[in-house]
Nanobody, 117 residues
């Protein structure tokens, strides 16, 4: 089992910044990728950004330039720096871990990000 603990969400005004963090513990062997997803009310969960064990990041096209994902493989932590936040960024943000062994997929409990206009 892998436990994921997210932190850093909250309320921020439009144009502001937040930094989300995710710490993975437990059976963290063979984590191949870590990422952030978000789900706004009434919408499907969508990819925000993901990064492989070789530090190759992948961003949702609409978020490039505003969000930066980073990973510490030694500490099994994942960060998401979010700048120039917009009200449409309001959502619950989830940390995700993909392993190369079963079970493959783990999710955090989510952290709320609210951007006021």
């Amino acid at each position: 089992q892998v436990q994921l603990v997210e932190s850093g969400g909250g309320l921020v005004q439009a144009g502001g910044s937040l930094r989300l963090s995710c710490a993975a513990s437990g059976d963290t062997i063979c984590i191949s990728a870590m990422g952030w997803y978000r789900q706004a009310p009434g919408k499907e969960r969508e990819l925000v950004a993901a990064i492989t064990s070789r530090d190759s990041p992948n961003y949702a096209d609409s978020l490039k330039g505003r969000f930066t994902i980073s990973r510490d493989n030694a500490k099994n932590t994942l960060d998401l720096e979010m700048n120039s936040l917009k009200p449409e960024d309001t959502a619950v943000y989830y940390c995700n871990v993909v392993r190369c062994v079963m079970p493959y997929d783990y999710w955090g409990q989510g952290t709320q990000v609210t951007v006021s206009s």
